[in-house]
């Protein structure tokens, strides 16, 4: 196999229905053990599919520059993108629930029969497009004036190097759903390692340094506070959204920050680093979500304080077991290398984005952009976005992934059937072509 380019890459993955990383290289034919597949073997053997999963980790033989060329990692509710040279090497976090719930509701005019006067009258198509500055979200001057649902970017575990990086490589293990990489510098060697659990809300990452890397520093940034990560994102959320700064705390070795959303809940980041020895380093990170105005905070701590350096371990052994049998489920070979890897990709990247007891998939999935408010607010396009992103599950028997898709529906039956009767005048079930969780309209 020959290396793919970054371009080739974006088309595949723009075909594939999913979000996707942009990885700058796929491993090439001196880099792969290849794997003799005979007919059945596989489809009984795990160890035998997990090592034909390999042949297709991402490789980045140079550091990823920005945030939609990272690495991606996720449990269904946690998710992590990894990108950055060492100045510093990010670890954006995200979270699947953390809504802003605010909205507007269409006024009483907002009827198909009134939509189809307006189309007869040409005012639709008209220049102006009187219907949508009566009809849409609020704005003035095409800018949102208040609150409306959105997915809420969270923020940023950044960590920052001695001396000045020389190159960044990493790499993920598809099969262990596990990053790992080296930032080498002028002071010394970063070797890091992180996977977000599978089973236990828990980002773990293990750092080993060598010489003058040994002080090197891990800080978290966030949105709307000191320093923020950008000054468009702290705009919208503290001016327009009315989101106070967040809170710090510290309770023995467990930092932590606090964000409140007025009337939409709180949010909150912990984490606590183990030294073990002079150059290796265990990091545990949790992200809680709360709907009431407090409670975040004290359920962030909580985990972390639970946990001691012994715990990597068994997360690591249950978060391996998983995601072995996650990939037994259903095995694919095709003779065209590059679509195959493109396939347990997205197959990966499925079960990072949802699983059953999590939320469905968004337009962002678990990695809501870095220094940006989502586009299109992450929402949930109907049209064909979230079909398409669900394809995967029916043919590879994995149908126990469309579970909170159906319950998410299930759950808004009673908005879809007011919105039958106050917007098309029938008796049915009626659901707008964007909206969010609660499936309120975005638009």
Request: glycine share 8%; aromatic share 10%.
């Amino acid at each position: 196999m020959s290396k793919i380019s970054r371009r080739d890459w974006i088309k595949l993955v723009g075909a594939g229905g999913t979000i996707s990383a942009v990885p700058p290289t796929l491993w090439a034919d001196d880099k792969r053990e290849q794997v003799s597949i005979k007919s059945g073997d596989l489809l009984i053997d795990r160890d035998s599919i997990l090592k034909h999963v390999r042949q297709h980790d991402p490789i980045w033989e140079v550091a990823a520059k920005s945030w939609n060329q990272g690495l991606l990692l996720g449990n269904g509710d946690l998710g992590v993108n990894v990108w950055g040279d060492g100045t510093p090497l990010v670890f954006s976090l995200d979270k699947a629930d953390v809504w802003e719930t605010r909205h507007w509701s269409p006024p009483k005019t907002f009827t198909w029969a009134n939509f189809r006067h307006l189309l007869k009258t040409g005012v639709v198509t008209g220049k102006d497009q009187i219907w949508e500055k009566e009809w849409g979200r609020p704005k003035v001057h095409g800018q949102d004036i208040g609150p409306y649902p959105t997915r809420v970017p969270i923020g940023r575990l950044e960590l920052r190097s001695v001396g000045s990086p020389k190159k960044a490589t990493m790499r993920l293990d598809l099969a262990r759903a596990t990053a790992q990489g080296e930032v080498k510098t002028n002071a010394g060697n970063i070797l890091w390692q992180c996977f977000a659990a599978a089973t236990e809300p828990i980002i773990v990452m293990e750092l080993t340094t060598e010489e003058k890397e040994t002080d090197l520093r891990l800080g978290m940034r966030t949105y709307t506070g000191e320093n923020p990560i950008s000054a468009s994102v702290y705009q919208m959320l503290r001016d327009k959204f009315g989101y106070p700064a967040p809170q710090f705390r510290q309770s023995q070795d467990v930092f932590c920050w606090s964000q409140s959303m007025p009337g939409s809940g709180e949010y909150a980041v912990a984490w606590r680093q183990f030294k073990l020895g002079a150059n290796r380093r265990t990091v545990y990170i949790t992200i809680a979500f709360t709907l009431e105005k407090t409670g975040a905070a004290e359920e962030a701590i909580k985990r972390i304080s639970g946990l001691s350096e012994d715990d990597a371990e068994r997360l690591k052994s249950t978060h391996h077991s998983w995601w072995g049998n996650y990939y037994h489920a259903s095995f694919l070979s095709i003779p065209d290398t590059r679509l195959e890897g493109l396939y347990w990709n997205e197959i990966y990247k499925l079960a990072c984005a949802t699983r059953s007891g999590k939320k469905p998939i968004t337009l962002v999935g678990v990695w809501a952009p870095d220094g940006m408010m989502p586009a299109w607010q992450g929402d949930y396009h109907w049209d064909i976005n979230v079909q398409m992103t669900y394809w995967p599950i029916y043919v590879s028997n994995r149908l126990e992934f469309g579970m909170p898709l159906y319950e998410m529906l299930d759950s808004c039956r009673p908005q879809m059937q007011r919105y039958a009767k106050d917007i098309l005048g029938v008796n049915g079930e009626f659901l707008l072509s964007s909206t969010d969780l609660q499936c309120t309209p975005t638009y």
